[in-house]
């Protein structure tokens, strides 16, 4: 590849480059040309393109770009700046912002649309804001960001072609946190986007120490681009076209002084011509690159003053400043600038034209190091002013007051603040952070710097920083005359601190202080209180701390005056289910909760709203609890909250499951998966233990074995481990272990009573898993005791769905034979609840035990009952077994409507649960975060596989969804 010349690394970002200009590089080219072919095919992928500065990967970049263009790419190009670090999202917006300004008011809707549209926020009046939620959380808000990226492609579009993108980032080390955290999620779903996206990183910068920017660099897989040093004979050829009489020895002088460096070899040059003789070799040898900067500063005081000047307030301003603005900055009048900048383009110092940019960063940062310090904070305060009066966002104005030494203004501290809270709602808390440290340094020592200290601890927090307690510590000696609410807040955040910090005495302290400061009752106290629990609740060694603040609130209910605030009706919810409750009591209050937002006010991505759904799980009430996950299923796919989604899908499963839905919770459980696969692993014990269930029920036991790790990483002491101990008894029951399988469920009831004092059937009946695994094991005296057990509390409690189960249970174990009379009671009872798989099993046992009582004729009606209930719920297991017994009796079972379900794999039966249970291919694409034209593969090879021909007859192979 032949070059043209050293001058060709010193041009800047913004001159167009051809490939030719790039010495050595053809590795490199071919990789960057590579992936943007393979993103024109629909392949996408991630290049990362590292190196010291001055190595040329800003060129790599611009040549990157050129080739998108060629091949008719959608080209994004981004780049990171030092100054405006601090503008969370900035480098996302830049690289967004253009297509989506440009589009026609239809396509904006699209680009919105579903888990977009928390994003719209971003572009106000821009892009249609119906449906976003108010305040979305950091991860919806970066995801709703990846979304955009994602429709941007058309991606979702049905026989649309896609428009294939290339995204370029250039310096990302200076990106701001939040647009990188943006970066890496793209990166996580580039193999299933048509995106290449390209990024280029500097070695060794400070800034590089930000886990989203080292997850992006480390991202599997990738293509690493680590430009070299150019060699001894491409440096000879820049060298001979400088000084076409030069020697060898002059060469290699060069490009042992230059370690190789492009750009350095360009500046070393240049240094050396404007002496206007070819230099001996022996006078190179000491110019290193520290020397060579030092040669341009000194190439800069030989302008006119002027320049000088111009330059310094180029560098305080930053590439893309605009000459006038400079010219203000510099004292200088418009003609007066003009001629500077053109001086210093001729001295290679800056581009020509304007807006105005260094030819290299390292050249405007080494302009910028050489003001004296107190000049240089003084310059950026004026150029702050400057920003202001012309109207910049507080983002930029920030960036520059972070430079400046604190004087104790109020109105920097006002700026900073608002920057901090825009960074806060943009998704970047270190970033706000950052500001508010420097905002408490110009704020007076009153009670507005309390609140300040406050916010700064709230940012701090969410960034995981433990200086938050300092912080915080701090605002509350100076909140001591502060309104209620302000200090309330405060205490509050103390708490979830100290909680944060492993200290769970002064956790429950700081909570306890918080409600002092207001009557039980009122709107606020109430507030705090529901707070509190979302931490206590499942919390041990906070729970029995939360259980005494909620019991007066309790007897208050049972005298007919419940709380007014959803938060703390969700939790009274929950222990009216736990203590037994009436069920119509139970649904009085949960509708209470969820009246005014089916996600409880969003509080937790509808974490409160799961409270309020499990507790008519464990009261009975099936269908008010798939009817309220409906609701917030609804509201979640409205506002693009996918852990909201999530949760939903969780526990309208939850109901489903009980109510023999196995299809439609297995569909609901995929889509719940989505986050926990994205690293949103909290509920991943809740979804393996469900998930397991289901598996378990169609016989499929290495499924369930797999689905009980997700919780593998969790604590033993959340309720959850003790949920997945029950299922692992149940799974070695099924293996043929029933010591095994005894042991571990007395364990799951041991742990759910001596850490939560919970012993309720319907949250864990682990008495019918023991009671059945000691009579495979022979033990007929202790599964009756157990059995026994069981009733008696399911009775205390009074559910009937409990209470059908644990007659089914003591029937089976009876001895010396299986008791008719309590299995006939069980199926009576469970026939009148919407539990359908208990209700099945509760029919299979009973005709089973007339059989083995020699009623040959009595047993084929509720055997026959039984397999068509597990068949239409496809319960594999269960409808084997009744078949079974029928062969055994001399009956003839009835045949299975439709077979080759086995056959379809994970993902095409995925697709097709999904698709069965209403979602459109589009909400299937959403949901899976794959492309439209995935889900029609997949769901076309599952109907071949079924022998189908179309949606509607997928509940002959599935089961008539519920």
């Known amino acids: 590849m032949t070059g043209t010349g050293w001058s060709a690394y010193g041009e800047g970002v913004t001159k167009r480059v051809t490939e030719g200009s790039l010495l050595?590089?053809?590795?490199?080219?071919?990789?960057?040309?590579?992936?943007?072919?393979?993103?024109?095919?629909?392949?996408?992928?991630?290049?990362?393109?590292?190196?010291?500065?001055?190595?040329?990967?800003?060129?790599?970049?611009?040549?990157?770009?050129?080739?998108g263009q060629a091949a008719g790419l959608r080209v994004l190009a981004g780049r990171g700046r030092e100054l405006e670090r601090e503008i969370a999202l900035g480098v996302a917006l830049e690289l967004l912002s253009p297509p989506v300004t440009a589009a026609d008011p239809g396509e904006r809707a699209r680009l919105a649309s579903g888990p977009a549209a928390p994003v719209a926020?971003?572009?106000?009046?821009?892009?249609?804001?119906?449906?976003?939620?108010?305040?979305?959380?950091?991860?919806?808000?970066?995801?709703?960001?990846?979304?955009?990226?994602?429709?941007?492609?058309?991606?979702?579009?049905?026989?649309?072609?896609?428009?294939?993108?290339?995204?370029?980032v250039d310096d990302a080390q200076w990106a701001d946190e939040a647009s990188l955290r943006f970066l890496a999620m793209l990166a996580d779903r580039v193999a299933t986007l048509p995106v290449a996206l390209v990024v280029a990183v500097r070695d060794g910068?400070?800034?590089?120490?930000?886990?989203?920017?080292?997850?992006?660099?480390?991202?599997?897989?990738n293509r690493l681009l680590a430009p070299a040093p150019l060699t001894a004979g491409a440096v000879d050829r820049l060298v001979t076209r400088v000084f076409p009489s030069a020697e060898a020895e002059l060469a290699a002088a060069v490009a042992h002084a230059s370690g190789g460096n492009p750009f350095f070899v360009g500046e070393l040059l240049r240094s050396l011509q404007a002496d206007g003789r070819t230099p001996a070799a022996g006078t190179?040898?000491?110019?290193?690159?520290?020397?060579?900067?030092?040669?341009?500063?000194?190439?800069?005081?030989?302008?006119?003053?002027?320049?000088?000047?111009?330059a310094a307030s180029a560098a305080i301003l930053g590439d893309g400043t605009p000459l006038r603005r400079a010219a203000v900055h510099a004292e200088l009048d418009l003609p007066s600038a003009e001629r500077a900048a053109d001086t210093l383009a001729g001295a290679h110092l800056l581009q020509p034209g304007n807006p105005l940019a260094f030819v290299h960063p390292l050249i405007a940062a080494a302009v910028h190091a050489d003001l004296p310090a107190f000049a240089r904070a003084r310059a950026h305060r004026r150029a702050a002013d400057l920003l202001v009066e012309d109207g910049e966002s507080v983002e930029k104005v920030a960036g520059h007051l972070l430079a400046t030494q604190p004087e104790g203004?109020?109105?920097?501290a006002r700026v900073l603040r608002e920057a901090a809270d825009r960074?806060?709602?943009?998704?970047?808390?270190?970033?706000?952070?950052?500001?508010?440290?420097?905002?408490?340094?110009?704020?007076?020592?009153t009670q507005w710097l309390g609140e300040l200290l406050v916010e700064l601890a709230r940012a701090q927090m969410t960034a995981g920083d433990m200086t938050a307690h300092a912080s915080i510590t701090e605002a509350l000696a100076l909140l001591g005359e502060a309104p209620l609410q302000v200090r309330a807040e405060a205490m509050t955040l103390l708490a979830w601190i100290r909680h944060g910090r492993g200290d769970f005495s002064g956790a429950a302290a700081a909570h306890d202080a918080a409600l002092d400061l207001f009557q039980p009752g009122d709107p606020m106290w109430q507030d705090i209180l529901a707070d509190y629990l979302m931490i206590a609740t499942f919390h041990p060694p906070l729970r029995r701390h939360g259980a005494g603040l909620l019991a007066p609130v309790l007897q208050e209910v049972r005298l007919g005056r419940p709380p007014s605030r959803p938060g703390l009706l969700a939790h009274v919810t929950l222990q009216l289910a736990l203590a037994g409750d009436p069920a119509p009591e139970i649904c009085r209050m949960a509708s209470g909760a969820l009246a005014g937002d089916p996600l409880v006010g969003s509080v937790g991505h509808g974490a409160l709203m799961g409270v309020v759904v499990h507790a008519l799980v464990i009261a009975g009430e099936l269908v008010a609890a798939e009817k309220a996950a409906d609701a917030a299923l609804s509201a979640a796919r409205q506002r693009g909250d996918v852990l909201a989604y999530g949760y939903a899908g969780f526990h309208r499963a939850l109901s489903r499951y009980h109510q023999g839905a196995l299809t439609a919770a297995?569909?609901?459980?995929?889509?719940?998966?989505?986050?926990?696969?994205e690293g949103w692993t909290a509920a991943g014990g809740w979804i393996g233990f469900l998930l397991a269930l289901v598996h378990l029920e169609q016989g499929d036991y290495a499924a369930a074995e797999e689905a009980l790790h997700m919780g593998s990483h969790r604590s033993s002491e959340g309720m959850d481990a003790a949920l997945v101990l029950d299922c692992r008894a149940r799974l070695a029951l099924l293996r043929g272990e029933p010591a095994t399988a005894l042991d571990t469920a007395r364990a799951a009831g041991r742990r759910l009573d001596e850490v939560y004092e919970i012993d309720h059937p319907g949250v864990l009946p682990w008495r019918a898993t023991a009671a059945l695994a000691a009579h495979h094991l022979g033990d007929h005296r202790n599964a009756q005791e157990l059995a026994a057990q069981g009733l008696e509390r399911a009775r205390a409690v009074g559910v009937p769905q409990g209470v059908g189960a644990a007659l089914r249970v003591a029937g089976r174990v009876a001895r010396p034979r299986p008791d008719i009379t309590l299995l006939s009671e069980a199926v009576a009872t469970l026939r009148q609840t919407p539990a359908a798989l208990?209700?099945?099993?509760?029919?299979?046992?009973?005709?089973?035990?007339?059989?083995?009582?020699?009623?040959?004729?009595?047993?084929?009606?509720?055997?026959?009952?039984?397999?068509?209930?597990?068949?239409?719920?496809?319960?594999?297991?269960?409808?084997?077994?009744?078949?079974?017994?029928?062969?055994?009796?001399?009956?003839?079972?009835?045949?299975?409507?439709v077979a080759g379900i086995d056959a379809l794999t994970p993902a095409e039966r995925r697709v097709a649960l999904l698709a069965l249970h209403g979602h459109s291919n589009n909400q299937i694409a959403q949901a899976l975060f794959v492309t439209t034209k995935t889900v029609e593969t997949h769901l076309a090879r599952a109907y071949r596989k079924l022998a189908i021909s179309n949606r509607r007859q997928l509940h002959e192979a599935f089961g008539p969804p519920k």
């Open 423 to 445: 960074a806060l709602r943009r998704g970047d808390p270190a970033a706000a952070a950052r500001l508010l440290r420097r905002a408490v340094l110009d704020a007076p020592p």
């Open 24 to 67: 050595e590089r053809d590795k490199e080219l071919a990789a960057l040309g590579e992936a943007v072919n393979a993103a024109r095919s629909g392949d996408g992928s991630l290049v990362v393109v590292q190196g010291p500065p001055g190595a040329g990967k800003t060129r790599l970049l611009a040549a990157a770009g050129d080739r």
């Open 205 to 221: 910068d400070g800034g590089s120490d930000v886990s989203a920017l080292r997850r992006l660099t480390a991202h599997p897989p």
């Open 284 to 310: 190179i040898a000491s110019m290193v690159p520290g020397t060579v900067l030092r040669s341009v500063l000194a190439r800069l005081a030989r302008l006119p003053a002027e320049a000088g000047r111009l």
């Open 666 to 677: 297995l569909a609901d459980l995929e889509a719940a998966r989505v986050p926990y696969d």
């Open 121 to 168: 926020r971003l572009f106000p009046g821009v892009l249609p804001e119906a449906g976003s939620p108010a305040n979305p959380s950091t991860d919806t808000m970066l995801r709703g960001m990846c979304w955009l990226a994602a429709n941007l492609t058309g991606w979702d579009r049905t026989g649309v072609p896609a428009r294939p993108m290339l995204v370029t």
């Open 409 to 412: 203004d109020p109105g920097v």
């Open 838 to 897: 208990e209700h099945a099993r509760a029919l299979v046992d009973l005709g089973t035990a007339l059989w083995r009582a020699g009623r040959a004729r009595e047993c084929g009606q509720p055997l026959r009952q039984g397999l068509a209930l597990a068949d239409r719920m496809h319960a594999r297991l269960l409808a084997e077994r009744a078949r079974a017994e029928l062969r055994a009796a001399g009956l003839r079972p009835r045949r299975t409507a």
